[in-house]
């Protein structure tokens, strides 16, 4: 059975899509942009500081799920302009260590709120860390406790 997970310090949905959802031992995050929780704004600054922001949103609902960045098997990098690429690309592997999670990386025409970049995720969760940490969205029914 499926499970949404909403980040207690994550940004709402701004429609009808779940931040994330748990299925098994898989979460696939929806698209998260560099729009601060606190102030609900996008934050100051330019593509660094959206693409910073994003991966931090997507890290919330990560762990809320009982993941992390270390457990995404792959990403979508939905970008406004690919001149952004390069520094894009600097912030984004600051985030993660090898092995890299597969990514696919596309401009495109516009993004919600006229965001500069948007990052979606498939993770996995460690079970047993999951549990520890409150649980893994399983509601017990999983089995794997």
């Known amino acids: 059975m499926k499970k949404e997970i909403v980040a207690k310090k ?9 931040p994330g959802i748990v299925l098994g031992d898989l979460i696939f995050c929806s698209g998260h942009i560099g729009v601060d929780p606190k102030t609900k704004e996008f934050v100051k600054g330019a593509i660094e500081e959206q693409t910073r922001q994003a991966l931090t949103n997507l890290e919330y609902v990560l762990e809320e799920a009982g993941g992390s960045l270390q457990t995404i098997l792959k990403t979508t990098v939905y970008l406004k302009s690919m001149d952004d690429y390069g520094k894009m690309n ?19 025409a516009k ?32 089995g794997c406790s």
């Open 111 to 142: 993004l919600p709120k006229d965001a500069l970049v948007e990052i979606d995720a498939v993770a996995y969760i460690t079970r047993p860390m999951a549990h520890e940490e409150g649980g893994c969205g399983c509601g017990g029914n999983c």
């Open 90 to 108: 600097e912030v984004y592997a600051s985030f993660f260590q090898k092995p890299y999670p597969a990514r696919a990386t596309v401009q495109v």
């Open 10 to 18: 994550g940004v709402a949905a701004i429609g009808p899509y779940s």
